[in-house]
Nanobody, 123 residues
């Protein structure tokens, strides 16, 4: 299943943005993972949500600020980002079935990341 992230833009420190992740077909029970790649840094997995029971995982740096959710009827995932910081500046991506929210694990070895959506946090 192909996913496309959107909704990025410019936000001030302390501000909020909500990213969307639209699937090309029915997601079923596949997880939705959110990833990001900051300038000059390696890509990292930041959040994951189960497709079956809503189990969520966040890396420590976004815990308490970001909220991951999904609407299975719309085959869409969301990442609500609050209290944004300059170090959240990155291209954000979403992938289906490339994470495990119970283990807090992410599959980063993937060829087709797509364009992602750029989030810039700056005053």
């Amino acid at each position: 299943v192909q996913l496309q992230a959107s909704g990025g833009g410019l936000a001030q420190p302390g501000g909020s943005l909500t990213l969307s992740c639209a699937a090309s077909e029915h997601l079923g029970f596949q997880t939705i993972g959110w990833f990001r790649q900051a300038p000059g840094k390696e890509r990292e997995g930041i959040s994951c949500i189960s497709g079956s029971d809503g189990t969520r995982y966040y890396i420590e740096s976004v815990k308490g600020r970001f909220t991951v959710s999904r609407d299975n009827a719309l085959n869409t995932g969301y990442l609500q980002m609050n209290n944004l910081r300059p170090d959240d500046t990155a291209v954000y991506y979403c992938l289906a079935d490339h994470c495990n929210p119970r283990l807090g694990s992410f599959v980063l070895d993937f060829a087709s990341w797509g364009q992602g959506t750029l989030v810039t946090v700056s005053s």
